[in-house]
């Protein structure tokens, strides 16, 4: 007789993989949090990723199809428990676990729909963008560092969403030169990216900082296992928020800014002291 079990952890290690080939920073974040919450997380992320990819990457490819497919067999995954794709079987496991509500699943790809089309926006676009590619991302996490409790994830939705949409916006700014030589794409409302200049900037990284300041309310409020990886990535982004804000906007323009490994390391020791000594 097999083991299902014996699959599952193949799952969960592809998911693992995935987020740790596609970015150190928040593997990073992820490997503070108490191990209750790692391979949800790990799971979360290598679905995000996936659909993200379709996207973004695979140009001599049918995107819309291949998108639709994805779409089509999570579903499948979700209403079925169990798939073929070890990514999507990681997922659905976290779904049922932690209660994902389907409509925040039904937001994120309707984002990825959009990325197909969609290459300027108004702030309707934007708002409705940023709300199913990283507000709702940081609501399922949410329900899993909650574990399912109802009272506690309405009470920090406001502020994951927040930080969601502050980790966004500073990718937008960070990929700006990228996704409008590479791809054609102007996420932000009303810049033209020919004509980018500091006030466009400023405006921009206002908007941010409101945000960052916001989701930071509720990283204190999260439950202690949960707190230092997300503190991680919040200092993380501000880190990178930062350096971003110190550059004329002609710089942005130019090169993707990045956080050195040793700067990392830095957040990552910083981080810990303050969690042990309870001050975050």
């Given at each position: 007789m097999g083991d299902q079990g014996q699959f599952d952890r193949i799952a969960i290690r592809t998911s693992r993989l995935t987020t740790r080939t596609y970015s150190t920073s928040f593997t990073l974040g992820i490997r503070c949090l108490d191990r209750e919450f790692r391979d949800p997380i790990y799971?979360?992320?290598?679905?995000?990723r996936f659909a993200d990819e379709?996207?973004?990457t695979f140009e001599d490819c049918d995107k819309a199809g291949l998108l639709k497919k994805f779409a089509d067999d999570t579903w499948h995954a979700i209403d079925n428990g169990i798939s073929l794709n070890p990514i999507l079987h990681s997922f659905q496991k976290t779904v049922a676990a932690y209660a994902i509500d389907r409509p925040l699943i039904e937001q994120f790809m309707a984002s990825m729909e959009m990325d197909l089309s969609e290459k300027n926006y108004d702030q309707s676009g934007f708002e409705k963008y940023v709300l199913g590619s990283a507000e709702v991302v940081g609501l399922m996490c949410l329900k899993v560092f909650t574990r399912g409790n109802g009272g506690e994830f309405t009470r920090l939705k406001p502020q994951a969403m927040k930080l969601g949409s502050a980790f966004q916006k500073i990718n937008f700014l960070r990929d700006l030169h990228a996704d409008y030589r590479l791809l054609g794409r102007?996420?932000?409302p009303g810049v033209q990216i020919e004509r980018f200049d500091e006030q466009s900037k400023q405006q921009i990284e206002s908007g941010i900082l409101a945000d960052f300041q916001e989701g930071f309310k509720g990283i204190k409020q999260l439950p202690r296992g949960a707190r230092l990886g997300v503190y991680v990535a919040y200092l993380y982004y501000m880190t990178l928020f930062r350096k971003i804000r110190r550059l004329p906007s002609t710089e942005v323009l130019k090169s993707r800014v990045r956080v050195r490994n040793r700067q990392k390391l830095i957040i990552?020791?910083?981080?810990?002291l303050k969690h042990q000594f309870n001050l975050i």
């Open positions: 799971s979360i992320y290598g679905f995000v379709i996207v973004d102007s996420y932000f990552l020791g910083y981080s810990f």
